[in-house]
């Protein structure tokens, strides 16, 4: 794509949160009747997306590294482009 090798962690940030809030918007964003129990709601709901959320980052995260790396550029390799 031709984003510097240097930026390789800003991608793989993007990638990263990318994934991580879409599980966990997924999850948190049931419906509630009333603020107290959106507060109990969104309490749990973190929780859960917390616990869901550890497992699949620590695995996903050397496929995710690796993707960024790909997207990316070293900088001898961008001078020659």
């Not at 240097?6 to 991608?11: G, L």
């Not at 879409?22 to 507060?39: D, K």
């Not at 917390?50 to 996903?60: G, K, Q, R, S």
């Amino acid at each position: 794509m031709g984003i510097s090798r240097r930026y390789s962690h800003f991608v793989f940030g993007v990638i990263q949160s990318g994934l991580t809030s879409l599980i966990a918007a997924g999850i948190a964003s049931f419906p509630a009747q009333s603020l107290l129990h959106f507060l109990q709601h969104w309490t749990v709901s973190w929780l859960i997306a917390w616990a869901a959320m550890l497992p699949i980052v620590v695995l996903a995260a050397p496929a995710i590294r690796a993707l960024s790396l790909r997207l990316t550029a070293e900088p001898d390799e961008e001078a020659a482009n």
